[in-house]
């Protein structure tokens, strides 16, 4: 999945607009519903509970930061400022901030954490939370790179338009043509950041420019801007218009305000937009990491505290990702016997990139090959999931391609979670750009991950979770999201069994490709590694492909801290289970240990290990059962336990306390594993 600033809303994954941004979005919007005069007059009149206030007061201000972001209401399908865009300003993000310390004083004027249920109470310090992060964000706005390879404005706008611009009414269309008037302004705030970064010393990485200005083109090429077929843009538009009902007339009067619009507004946008990037790429003075930027060290470590909700340390987790590293390469060296292959585990890497059977042709057929694992995976694991979770999110999966005109800057692979409202699902897209960056063994892993039991479960149950706040049900935690989604690639194996040593092997050089992000993340940004240097290393530790491996590299050079997030949060929850079996033995079940990491949303880790540790509680006041659990422990080396930040307000600071390591050992040739800061066995 592709990563998001700080906190994002569950809209962010399909309306990409938000994701080059800090400050991320802070409210979508879900109208909020007041009963009318007659359902009032009719209600019994009884006082309301703090709790009902304070669910109240926290929607009301999600409402009022989602105001500051028509996109993300789009994508949580209203139609409120469907005509306009989001500002891309520094001031935007300023603005954001200063809502968000005026809506936490108020809550804290008018609520007393004591007054309010265990379930509110977290909400009271989740506010105060996210509100840290906002400040230590807003500090460091200046350092986000507001073009990449990975992010654009230039190509997440037109995808925004497509994907979640729905017209049904003349109305809808007039609002995407006052949409498209809106792309200058944009285009020209993105290049005024651009050029005033550039100012500053802070210029992205050289690999990035030529990507970025070949994909705007793109959406620039084609009628109405010369004689080809139609642009991306007005094809969709045409595609939109004709579902319509309405008057021909009507309707070819808006055909001609998109042309004028796509040939006036948006074109001059582009052009200040590819300008500034033609200033600033001589100023690139290579691909390095933020070491080289004014104060990156101290960025970098911000980074580390933003995305993974942590203390650790850059060193630290460089640490962790070796051990990590070292661990995986043990239990691969275990599956290569099974395979019964003679050779070192080295050759073993070559032998399966070169078996010609390990991947998709890169070809129409391919294509549809690879779509048709995909899809069959997902109806396995959704024929057996009850064994695991008792909740099953309402919304549908789709399993759909990558669009053409944004292929090249995209991952692999990524989820967009449903709109609320149920007009359009959950979507798992897989990029057919080059299928030559994909093995077929890693499909397994990567459709768990980004689809079910992944991010499709996880994203699209906390929507629908009833009786918590919005901000609670549609903003994230990298850490704990991505965390969960790797979790979820053993999950899978768990469901829908391996049934070869290969296919085993291949969901282990998926977590082995999280475990290198340890190691390489932090060799880039602190340790001063070159690109060929994170290379290498990549070549040396894992089987991955070389045009894969080149994509990784230079997705952690331009999203900096942002790839930690998979393995420290997988840590975190293998700990948490492993712990939890333990503790409650024959008490235990896996679907209430998932009910207790999904039903509070998407959380900070500490708060995810409070949640854990509440639901180990109550289970062991009920009686035990017999069962025999399948999952097994192996080790694993970390100190992240310890580290976790507690989550506390902003203003108060409630003691947290933090499990102390416990002693013993474990197996590590067995399947699941835990961190050593807990050593169980």
Known sequence: MPP??????????????????WLGRLGGALLFLMPTAASAEAAPTQPRTQDQLLLEYLDEAFEEAGRLSPESRTSLGSRDGYGKLDDYTEAGGEASLRLAERQFAT??????????????????????????????????NRHSYPATTLSSPATRLPSFMIDQHRMESIEDARSYVSRLTEFERVMKEVAARIRSQTAAGIVPPKLIFQPVREDAQ??????????????????????????LSADPLEKQRLLEATETALKGPLKRGYGAF???????????????GVWSLPRGRAYYNALIRLYSTTALSADEVHRLGLDEVARIHRKMEMTKKRAGFKG??????????????????????GRQAFFADARTLVAKVMAVAPRMFRKMPEAPLEV??????RQRTSPVAFYAPPVPDGSLPGIYYINVGDLRRVQKLQVRPITFHEGVPGHHFQIALAQSLSGLPKFRRFERYDAFTEGWGLYAERLGDELVPPETPYEEFGSLSMELLRAVRLVVDTGLHVRRWTREQAKDYFKEATPLEEGYIVQQVDRYLVTPGQALTYKLGELEILELRARAELELGDRFDPRDFHDALLSSG??????????????????????????????????????????????????????????????????EDQAWHVPPYANLC
């Open 400 to 405: 759909r391609p990558v669009e053409p005109h």
């Open 602 to 667: 998407s959380l900070p880790l500490g708060l995810v290990a409070e949640q854990v540790e509440a639901y180990i509680k109550t289970s062991l006041r009920r009686p035990a059962r017999r069962r025999e659990s399948k999952v097994r422990r192996g080790r694993s080396s970390s100190s992240l336990r310890r580290r976790t930040l507690p989550p506390r307000d902003v203003a108060e600071a409630p003691s947290c306390r933090s499990t102390p390591p416990r002693q013993g050992r474990i197996c």
């Open 344 to 365: 070192t585990l080295h050759q073993f890497f070559a032998a399966v990139k070169a078996d010609p059977r390990s991947r998709y042709p890169d070809d129409e057929a």
């Open 274 to 288: 590819l300008s500034a990037l033609a200033e600033a790429e001589p100023r690139a003075t290579g691909n390095n």
């Open 218 to 243: 793109k959406v620039i090429t084609g009628a109405p801007f010369d004689s080809g077929p139609d642009s991306i843009l007005l094809s969709d538009f045409k595609n939109k218009l004709a579902a």
């Open 107 to 140: 809550m804290k004027r008018r609520f007393r954490s004591a007054k309010l249920s265990p379930s509110s109470r977290l909400s009271y310090r989740l506010f105060g939370y996210r509100l840290r992060q906002l400040r230590l964000a807003q500090r460091w």
């Open 4 to 21: 998001t600033p700080l906190i994002g809303t569950s809209g962010s994954g399909r309306n990409l607009a938000g994701r080059g941004r």
